[in-house]
């Protein structure tokens, strides 16, 4: 058996290995890495620092990987010297290990650059896993963080650190962001929906000293300019990581040179990943370090054949809502190029191609990103575009988008960050049944990385799965072109708080009529009320907390929970609806008293002198509870339904929902309250109470179905607020429980409320809580307005004589 | 188109009295105003919605357009113009102009754009 030795345990290494082991090659294994790190996926250390993975999440090849096929694994242990004589390398223990073939995946490192005063405490890089987590652990809310560097690595730190809640700014050289990749008005996008998400952007800035007493504090200016900082990220380039080849003979320029077989200038040793120079060219992106890894395989095991022949620069930004693609020639103005563009400026969107001789030379992409792999596709097999002519900017009709894929060669790549073929995905689906994403990412690694090819994986899903199931996704709106699902995790996943910062950097900034109130809900809930509240995105019964009837004037409905109320409280109503000349009091089909046609700037002090909590009857809210008198004063009641009623409303009432809950407590079947064609219902029987959910008496009628017998009120009640809780949480905007009862299906709403484990239901009602402790009587208002002239009418500081 | 060529700014308020993207009904000179805060500048409108009579300034503004709190009907802030060619609709707009924190309104510049002038 031969020797094979591997220096660097990383992404193209391993990558080149996983190939290799495809050949059954008569190798003995040994893998060398620094890092006392598995391999793991380098390109989410992003995400890692942005909090949306863990560490574990990110590896690549376990343990058992390495030990199933019989490598062994050096982590924690760098080569020093290769001694070529005697075929040995030697590392930093002092060991020896020899070697038939030897492959070089030493990557790259950060370029510091040879700024005064790097190496103080608190200045960091940002390359390894080490590096993160060293990131993680000094990032604190408030803290002031400078990254050096406006490039792809540069901005994706920022917007980690910034997610940690730390003040960041970036500072770039050049006077556009990115300006490799991109061209100006593509950088202009980008540096406004960068400060959009709230990152400061100084442009251009040399940086010429850090600053500091041996941990940094600031950061000054060629211009003289200084700012504040107490952490420091350089992320300023790479380069490869070459000096064991330079130190051991072999021909090394910027990297270490490689021919079209990645073979090196000495015959037993060979070089993959970003430590290699390949016809001039280095490399900062895993794709085509994949491509080398499987021609490396093949020539390493006697199969010398395939070759590599290089690759387009390609980069694609991984912060979410900013979507930024660039491959191939950026410079428009070399002689016989044409540019083809399309610009949306209020989505944001802007794509430029550079065809040259009818081939694609160059793309940019801002805003929209969808087609990257096409261009890619087009670029790397010099695709002549005559046919694609009338297409260039936006795929051919919907209707062959099955096609496409079927027209797609089975060597097609269809994720690069993992190197995953279409071949690869199509035996996978059928040899093991998948039918959905989740799955085929779990096996085939496709999608899992930078998530760019998910669509593709779908595509193929479809053509190919018997059973895929599609989800189906309603956007929002126009305005904001997500689905609820979606826009639910970008608001958590990206730490939004308002609607502005939402619209802003997913959405055309505007907003209407639909997608903010929408948005405000969701805000409220997912931040269980501690949101930056936005009362210009509320209808305007949310600004004011009462009903705008159709003459403008406003309607008043006090709670009173279960409908129960006393002399006392009559007496009040009838007050006011004197005091205010009131045109209109009504008894409401929920138990409760309506007073209607007041104006606005009456409100604060009608609801002064009602002295009860508002109803909520004018928000997709708690509305009311209707009770029956149940065993305090019925004959037939087996239950107390009015106590229990009450309890329920003071648990639930002033919180928000996707529609308004309407609920019901009876104290035996006859059901004299209706409990079940309300959206929430109890049930009294001799015993127990049945809880029942997405009943409506509305333009439809649907009885509630059952979600649950219990004995006991207390576990009643809490059924009640588990199935409201999950309601909240996974509701799209204005869908009734009636609805979303039967979208889901009771089962599946079964097993994830009161069937579900003791540990999700207690975190479900731990949101609840978090959120009711925040949530309080609108009507309060009326002393602390939320601003000076939210219920009174502008008087003109100066009245004009006409 | 009408206009009337007679200015006459009226003081209206302190700019902070409209909170960002959100409007406040005012009577000036017999004539019920609608002024919006759109961030960068104020603009008025006349606050009755032709359709029966909304109150505009409690509607929810999206970008540089008015949606009526009644039924949506939607109103370009500046023109007065209903949104969609097929409403003939319109509202009057006013000059408005801020100087030292104070919002200024010229009521006697009403602007009224008919719908089919627009079309045409
Ligand atoms: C934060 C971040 C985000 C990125 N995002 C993307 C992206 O979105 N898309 C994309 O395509 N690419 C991205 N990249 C780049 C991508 O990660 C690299 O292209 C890829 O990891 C290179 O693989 P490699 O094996 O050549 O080098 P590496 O993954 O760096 O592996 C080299 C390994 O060799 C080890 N080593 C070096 N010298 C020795 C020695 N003498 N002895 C023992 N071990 C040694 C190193 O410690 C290292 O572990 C990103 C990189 C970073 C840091
Ligand atoms: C009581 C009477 C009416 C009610 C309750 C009413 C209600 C509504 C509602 C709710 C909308 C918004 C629809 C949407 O957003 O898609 C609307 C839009 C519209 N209505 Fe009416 N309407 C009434 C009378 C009329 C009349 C009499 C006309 C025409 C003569 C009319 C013409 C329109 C038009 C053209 C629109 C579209 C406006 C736009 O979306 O910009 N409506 N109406
Ligand atoms: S539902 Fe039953 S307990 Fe309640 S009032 Fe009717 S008969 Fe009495
Ligand atoms: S009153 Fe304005 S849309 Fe009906």
Known sequence: ?802 | MLINFESRWTRIAPTASIPPREGRAVTVAGAELAIFNLGERFVTISNQCPHQGGPLCDGIVSGAVVVCPLHGWRFDLNTGLAVRASLPACVETYPTRVEDGIILVDVAAARRIEPNEAVA
């Open chain 1, 1 to 802: 058996m031969k020797q094979l030795v591997v220096v660097g345990n990383g992404m193209a290494g391993v990558a080149c290995v996983e190939q290799i082991l495809k050949h059954h090659p008569d190798f003995e294994i040994t893998i060398f890495g620094d890092e006392t790190h598995v391999n793991y996926n380098r390109i989410l250390l992003s995400s890692v620092l942005a909090g949306e993975k863990s560490p574990e999440e990110i590896v690549l090849n376990s343990e058992d990987w390495y030990r199933d096929n019989g490598i062994r694994a050096r982590l924690g242990v760098r080569i020093e010297r290769i001694d070529r004589a005697r075929r040995l390398a030697i590392d930093s223990t002092g060991a020896e290990t020899p070697y038939g073939k030897l492959i070089l995946a030493t990557g790259s490192t950060a370029f510091v650059p040879p700024i005064p005063g790097a190496g103080k405490k608190n200045v960091h890089v940002f390359r390894t896993l080490d590096d993160t987590r060293e990131l993680i652990a000094k990032s604190r809310s408030g803290l002031k963080a400078v990254v050096i560097g406006g490039g792809l690595l540069g901005l994706e730190a920022a917007r980690g650190l910034q997610l940690r809640g730390c003040h960041v700014s970036v500072v770039h050289l050049m006077d556009t962001l990115m300006e490799r990749q991109l061209d100006r008005p593509a950088g202009e996008l980008l540096r406004r929906k960068i400060e959009d998400l709230g990152i400061r952007v100084l442009l251009p800035r040399q940086t010429q000293a850090l600053l500091g007493n041996g941990r940094v504090d600031g950061v000054k200016f060629a211009s003289g300019e200084e700012i504040e900082a107490d952490l420091v990220v350089i992320a300023a380039g790479i380069k490869p990581n070459a000096w064991l080849a330079r130190e051991s003979g072999l021909e090394v320029r910027r990297g270490i040179l490689v021919n079209d077989y990645l073979e090196t200038s000495d015959p037993d040793i060979f070089a993959v990943g970003e430590c290699t120079e390949h016809r001039g060219q280095t490399f900062g992106l895993v794709a085509p370090l994949m491509e080398q890894g499987k021609v490396l395989a093949a020539t390493i095991t006697g199969r010398r054949g395939p070759v590599f022949t290089g690759a387009a620069p390609a980069a694609k930004l991984k912060i979410m809502g900013v979507e930024i693609f660039s491959a191939g020639a950026v410079d428009a103005s070399e002689p016989g190029v044409e540019v083809v563009r399309y610009e949306d400026p209020s989505l944001g969107i802007y794509k430029k191609l550079l065809v040259k001789d009818n081939r694609l030379h160059g793309v940019i992409l801002v805003g929209d990103t969808s087609d990257d792999r096409r261009y890619t596709q087009w670029l790397r097999e010099e695709t002549d575009l005559a046919p694609h002519r009338r297409h260039l900017l936006f795929p051919p009709p919907a209707a062959d988008s099955g096609l496409e894929v079927a027209e797609m060669p089975g060597s097609f790549v269809v994720c690069g960050c993992n190197g995953v073929n279409k071949d690869d995905i199509v035996h996978a689906i059928h040899e093991h049944g998948i039918n959905t994403l989740a799955e085929l990412k779990d096996r085939t690694r496709a999608s899992s990385s930078c998530g760019s090819c998910s669509g593709l994986c779908e595509q193929l899903l479809r053509a190919v799965a018997p059973e895929f199931e599609e989800e189906t996704r309603t956007t929002l709106c126009a305005c904001l072109p997500f689905s609820y699902e979606q826009l639910r995790e970008i608001v958590r996943g990206q730490q939004l708080k308002s609607v502005q910062e939402v619209l802003n950097v997913y959405g055309n900034r505007k907003g209407c009529e639909v997608c903010k109130p929408a948005l405000s809900y969701m805000l409220d809930m997912l931040w269980c009320g501690r949101h930056d509240e936005d009362r210009s995105a509320r209808f305007i019964n949310d600004r004011v907390h009462a009903n705008i009837q159709k003459d403008g004037t406003f309607s008043v409905v006090p709670r009173m929970r279960g409908g129960v109320t006393s002399p006392a409280e009559l007496r009040r109503i009838a007050d006011v609806a004197e005091k205010y000349n009131v045109p209109m009091v009504k008894v409401t089909g929920s138990q409760r008293i309506d007073l209607l046609g007041v104006k606005k700037s009456d409100l604060p002090r009608v609801w002064a002198d009602l002295g009860m909590p508002s109803g909520q009857a004018y928000t997709k809210g708690v509305r009311m509870v209707k009770t029956c008198v149940g065993t305090e004063f019925c004959r037939f009641g087996v239950q107390d339904s009015t106590r229990a009623g009450i309890e329920l409303e003071h648990r639930l009432e002033n919180l928000f929902t996707p529609h308004k809950v309407k609920m019901g407590v009876v104290g035996c079947p006859r059901n004299c309250a209706e409990a079940t064609v309300k959206d929430i219902g109890m049930v009294g029987q001799d015993g127990s109470w049945q809880v029942v959910v997405g009943g409506a008496a509305g333009k439809s009628v649907r009885k509630a179905d059952l979600l649950i017998t219990v004995e006991t009120t207390a576990e009643a009640l809490d059924a009640c607020e588990l199935f409201f809780q999950y309601y909240r949480e996974n509701a799209n905007y204005l869908e009734r429980t009636y609805d979303f009862v039967e979208r889901l299906g009771i089962e599946a709403i079964r097993k994830a409320t009161v069937y579900s484990t003791d540990a999700e239901k207690r975190k479900l009602l731990e949101r609840l809580r978090k959120s009711k402790a925040i949530a309080k009587d609108a009507w309060l208002e009326r002393d602390t307005p939320a601003n000076p002239t939210q219920f009174v009418q502008i008087e003109p500081l100066e009245t004009t004589c006409s």
